[in-house]
């Protein structure tokens, strides 16, 4: 019997040594595997492009078609005093400067909705474009905009010309409010990835 199972050994010429070596291979690149897999802590990048600009919203009121840069294409709806559903189509100068009437680096074109009955609030999503002799290409900017906070963030989805393929944020801050009619934000854009 014992040398039925050694001949078995050997019709198959696998032994008990070949056997743990293939074992203790198997084991390390499983191991190896698991420790190149473990997830690496976020270690934020540097942005490869960073600009701040101006963007001047001057909501048409009915007189100055002259100087309106965006207007109301719904009235708000009757759902609570926070202009709820109304929506605005606007095409909006940005500047390097806070000055409206510098020469314009951009267009925002693009709209915003009121979207929240007990507060304002508001969703954007528009294309900067730019033709000027340092940039010229479009970046795609979307987000919430939380009036209240200090500070948002607009995430840039994607970008033509110079701007290709970008990704990053927009982080804004509302620099003056006049009354329903002009308000000017400040625009930090910091591109992650750049191609």
Known sequence: MVQSSTKLRTISGVTMRDLVL????ILFLLFTLSVSSEKKSFKPKQPCKDLVLYYHDTLFNGTDVANATS????DPTKLGNFKFGMLVVFDDPMTKDNHLLSRPVARAQGFYFYDKKSTYTAWFAFTLIFNSTKHKGTLNIMGAD?????TRDFSVVGGTGDFFMARGIATIHTDTFQGDYYFRLK??????ECY
């Open 71 to 74: 207007a109301a294409a719904t």
């Open 187 to 192: 625009m930090d854009i910091k591109l992650y």
């Open 146 to 150: 939380l009036m209240t906070e200090e």
């Open 22 to 25: 293939k074992l203790f291979f």
